[in-house]
């Protein structure tokens, strides 16, 4: 059987870890978009370079640009949603296990 002191120990780590996930999703989610602004910079350099209509190739690539962002969003937003679920069911079940151990008391 789990002290307090243990059970708390064991939920704030796995809180801390969960936490971390949390803030690596968030840098991940800020590299994505980096990468997506960077690339956007980089067609748009390269379309004025061109001759001629380049109006269809940069819809295009807007069009791509904006989807690929709208999917790399709805990712990282449902494991963001997935981390912050296994953070309440860690708070939920240290919870039960704390009361759980008072009543023994």
């Given at each position: 059987?789990?002290?307090e002191?243990?059970?708390?120990?064991?939920?704030r780590?796995?809180?801390?870890?969960?936490e971390e996930q949390e803030d690596e999703l968030r840098g991940g989610e800020r590299s994505v978009n980096t990468l997506i602004e960077q690339a956007t910079n980089e067609i748009d350099r390269m379309l004025q370079e061109v001759d001629?209509?380049?109006?269809?190739a940069y819809?295009?690539?807007?069009?791509?640009?904006?989807?690929?962002?709208?999917?790399?969003?709805e990712?990282?937003?449902?494991?963001?949603?997935?981390?912050r679920n296994k953070i309440e069911q860690s708070e939920?079940?240290?919870?039960?296990?704390f009361r759980q151990l008072q009543e023994k008391r």
């Amino acid at each position: 059987m789990l002290t307090e002191e243990e059970l708390l120990s064991d939920y704030r780590y796995q809180r801390a870890q969960l936490e971390e996930q949390e803030d690596e999703l968030r840098g991940g989610e800020r590299s994505v978009n980096t990468l997506i602004e960077q690339a956007t910079n980089e067609i748009d350099r390269m379309l004025q370079e061109v001759d001629g209509d380049v109006s269809e190739a940069y819809d295009f690539s807007r069009y791509r640009l904006n989807q690929f962002s709208q999917e790399m969003t709805e990712a990282f937003e449902t494991e963001k949603r997935t981390v912050r679920n296994k953070i309440e069911q860690s708070e939920l079940e240290y919870n039960r296990q704390f009361r759980q151990l008072q009543e023994k008391r």
